[in-house]
């Protein structure tokens, strides 16, 4: 575990910053006589734990990586409250935690099903085939958060991940341009079919989890992970929650986007006031890449 001073006078009461080996957050405040509160429940990831290190007692303020921002929050007020104000440390704490707590219960916590269903495809690509390759390298790599045309921008290769609970290859095409690669670019077409199911193993939650876990030796891609799964709607809140969906993986392809691929033309110009239009491609009857093929053209398209 590193761990680090508390500025703002907060070393001087005993109190360290940590990161542990798997990413969490702790913030640890020694106690010099027994504690006079209840420990508050956990929720939303965030824990108050008694831990007995070198004799000494402390209590352990714990949160996932993912809860950075909710964690400096509740850090700063145990901080002044504690270090800068003198109050009781297990007290203030308690009561701290069970305010902030409070206030994310009663915050929005859905997320649609479409946006889980297309979210749990990209990371399930960013995890299974972008990480293996790439490294933290392709966090920079996952596009899709910042609405870009496409998912994946790696090098000269782009792709474009369709999640669906259809038990076919079958997928809504939202942008006129989606299909289109940029000139001296190709483009492939990602094809996850997710069946929904209570005793599913694949939640958003999962794979953001293990995500994390792969990079954890990577503050900067960690940050830069975050930052991007909460630009697209995902917040520690939505873990307890029963909106939070579950999946099975029942099939992934990989075609190329050629002249063959379903697709509207280029040359198409919409009549005057159409200003958008969207469409469903059935990839049936389209050869998928092999699994071998598809990992050297990334690893290609990435060499220096």
Not at 106 to 120: D, F, H, I, P
Not at 138 to 152: C, K, L, N, Y
Request: net charge negative; proline share 6%; hydrophobic share 45%.
């Amino acid at each position: 575990m590193a761990v680090l001073d508390v500025p703002d006078g907060g070393a001087d009461r005993g109190m360290l910053l940590a990161i542990d080996g798997s990413g969490d957050l702790h913030l640890l405040i020694r106690l010099t006589a027994p504690a006079s509160a209840e420990d508050p429940p956990d929720l939303n990831g965030i824990r108050v734990r008694r831990r007995l290190i070198d004799e000494s007692s402390f209590l352990d303020l714990i949160a996932p990586a993912s809860n950075e921002r909710v964690f400096s929050g509740m850090c700063s007020e145990v901080i002044e409250a504690v270090a800068v104000r003198g109050r009781e440390p297990a007290a203030a704490t308690a009561a701290i935690v069970r305010k902030w707590q409070a206030a994310l219960r009663n915050s929005k916590t859905m997320m649609e099903q479409r946006a889980q269903v297309g979210l749990v495809g990209e990371l399930y690509v960013l995890k299974q085939l972008m990480l293996p390759l790439l490294g933290p390298s392709a966090i920079d790599q996952w596009s899709g958060p910042h609405f870009e045309r496409h998912d994946f921008v790696s090098g000269d290769v782009h792709i474009e991940v369709k999640s669906t609970r259809k038990s076919k290859h079958e997928h809504e095409i939202s942008r006129g341009d989606q299909l289109n690669a940029p000139d001296g670019k190709s483009l492939l077409l990602v094809s996850v079919q997710l069946e929904s199911t209570i005793a599913g193993n694949i939640t958003l939650a999962t794979l953001i989890d293990e995500i994390l876990a792969e990079i954890q030796d990577d503050f900067t891609a960690q940050a830069e992970f975050i930052d991007k799964v909460e630009r697209v709607g995902w917040s520690d809140m939505l873990r307890p929650s029963p909106e939070l969906m579950r999946f099975f993986v029942r099939a992934i392809a990989v075609f190329e986007v050629d002249d063959e691929f379903p697709r509207l033309p280029d040359e198409l110009e919409l009549p005057s006031g159409i200003i958008s239009v969207r469409y469903t491609v059935s990839l049936a009857n389209l050869p998928s890449l092999g699994q071998d093929e598809v990992m050297e053209r990334i690893v290609a398209a990435n060499a220096p």
